[in-house]
């Protein structure tokens, strides 16, 4: 099973991401998972990577895209795998199909998280009051907002075309969304290949 989880920020994708991806028994590879841990560990990417994020900017490709396809290529995601955060632009879709591609493998499955503008600033700015997040101020929302409208969402698009995405209702409680998206993956993924999610 390999898999893509695309929505805009706020959406619960890395929530969501680590319900999917044990229920699946696949490894979660999550470009924000990386960015923290640099972060966190005053990398001399983790810096570059803190002065995105402070401005509500996202990383550049260059930043993310040799982590990732690194990743990638390791063992433990030989068998399956959930992206959450890349790609995120057109270049690395191409990017990704490449890598992909020499791996012999490609994506199974994109499950589209749909929310309104609204809603994820009022969540963003909860989360901003619970946890004193630097980054998530309105205006730092709304411009992350407008960013993914005009880079991400023309992904949804590409993998349309290609047959293998589902949308999903991200609004409304944490449980009721996992269901929605297994629901989404069982008409997907049992018919491309038989699999079922772990009990």
């Not at 493998?105 to 909860?126: A, G, S, T, Y």
């Not at 047959?163 to 009721?176: F, H, K, N, R, T």
């Amino acid at each position: 099973m390999r898999m893509l989880l695309i929505g805009p920020p706020g959406a619960g994708k890395g929530t969501q991401a680590e319900r999917v991806a044990k229920a699946y028994q696949i490894q979660t590879i999550s470009t924000g998972d990386i960015f923290r841990a640099n972060v966190a560990q005053e990398t001399p990417l983790g810096l570059q990577v803190k002065e995105y994020l402070d401005r509500g900017a996202y990383v550049p490709d260059e930043l993310t895209n040799a982590m990732v396809l690194d990743r990638l290529a390791q063992d433990d995601v030989s068998s399956g795998f959930l992206l959450d955060g890349f790609p995120r632009t057109l270049p690395q879709v191409h990017t990704l199909d490449a890598c992909l591609a020499e791996l012999g493998n490609e994506l199974d499955v994109v499950v589209q998280m749909v929310i309104e503008p609204d809603e994820v600033v009022r969540r963003l700015l909860k989360r901003a009051a619970d946890q004193g997040r630097s980054d998530d101020t309105e205006d730092v929302i709304r411009r992350r907002l407008g960013i993914y409208q005009e880079q991400t969402h023309p992904l949804v698009a590409v993998y349309a075309e290609r047959g293998i995405l589902v949308s999903v209702d991200a609004a409304g409680p944490m449980e009721d969304v996992t269901q929605r998206i297994f629901d989404a993956l069982d008409g997907a993924v049992i018919g491309a290949d038989g699999s079922e999610p772990a009990a």
